[in-house]
């Protein structure tokens, strides 16, 4: 996998959609599960996709998920949740970096593009808004990584969208 910033990947894939028509995959990374989103195919809109349980043993399992997701969706992507603190260092930034080169060391993905984006109040928002639905904590919380990873997924294109906007 290949880090890019910001901008510089919605670039690159707005180079290789003249081509192929790449997607993006919105990532929330928790300790126990990853929260999945997708991008449309014009890169606009972002959609909750689904939950992945994550362990240290099943990097091999959610790598062979991401494989089959960039297949038959078209991903040429990855836009990943990163807890940007100035102030300090978080666990929760370990969770990603260590999720990240994890995939990496799979050595599956060489050619997938990914960026960082800030992801600072996604679920905290997302929970603010379920909790009056008074969902099962299980349901809940699989609904809350979804759509914490769209959070995370809008937010980097409606700014990469704004930006390539006013270039032109």
Same mark, same amino acid.
């Given at each position: $996998?290949r880090?890019?910033?910001?901008?510089?990947?919605? #670039? @690159?894939?707005?180079?290789?959609?003249?081509?192929?028509?790449?997607?993006?995959? /919105?990532?929330?990374?928790?300790?126990?599960?990853?929260?999945?989103? !997708?991008? %449309?195919?014009?890169?606009?809109?972002?959609?909750?996709?689904?939950?992945?349980?994550?362990?240290? &043993?099943?990097?091999d399992?959610?790598?062979?998920?991401?494989?089959?997701?960039?297949?038959?969706?078209?991903?040429? /992507?990855?836009v990943?949740?990163?807890?940007?603190?100035? *102030?300090?260092?978080?666990?929760?930034?370990? *969770?990603?970096?260590l999720?990240?080169?994890?995939?990496?060391? &799979?050595?599956?993905? %060489?050619?997938? $593009?990914? &960026?960082?984006? %800030? @992801?600072?109040?996604?679920?905290?928002? !997302?929970?603010?808004?379920?909790k009056?639905?008074? $969902? *099962?904590? !299980?349901?809940?919380?699989?609904?809350?990584?979804?759509?914490?990873?769209?959070?995370?997924?809008?937010?980097?294109?409606?700014?990469?969208? #704004?930006?390539?906007?006013?270039?032109?």
């Amino acid at each position: $996998m290949r880090y890019l910033k910001p901008l510089k990947l919605y #670039r @690159e894939l707005l180079k290789s959609n003249e081509m192929k028509g790449g997607r993006l995959l /919105g990532l929330d990374v928790g300790d126990k599960y990853v929260g999945l989103s !997708v991008s %449309d195919p014009y890169n606009k809109i972002a959609s909750p996709l689904s939950v992945l349980v994550r362990s240290k &043993t099943n990097i091999d399992l959610i790598s062979s998920d991401f494989q089959k997701l960039i297949y038959g969706l078209s991903l040429s /992507g990855l836009v990943v949740g990163y807890p940007f603190d100035r *102030h300090q260092s978080s666990p929760n930034a370990m *969770h990603v970096k260590l999720f990240i080169d994890d995939l990496n060391k &799979t050595g599956k993905f %060489d050619d997938l $593009m990914y &960026t960082f984006w %800030d @992801e600072c109040f996604t679920s905290k928002s !997302v929970e603010f808004l379920l909790k009056p639905l008074a $969902m *099962h904590p !299980v349901q809940q919380k699989t609904v809350s990584d979804k759509f914490a990873a769209v959070g995370i997924l809008q937010g980097f294109l409606d700014f990469a969208n #704004r930006s390539e906007d006013q270039n032109q």
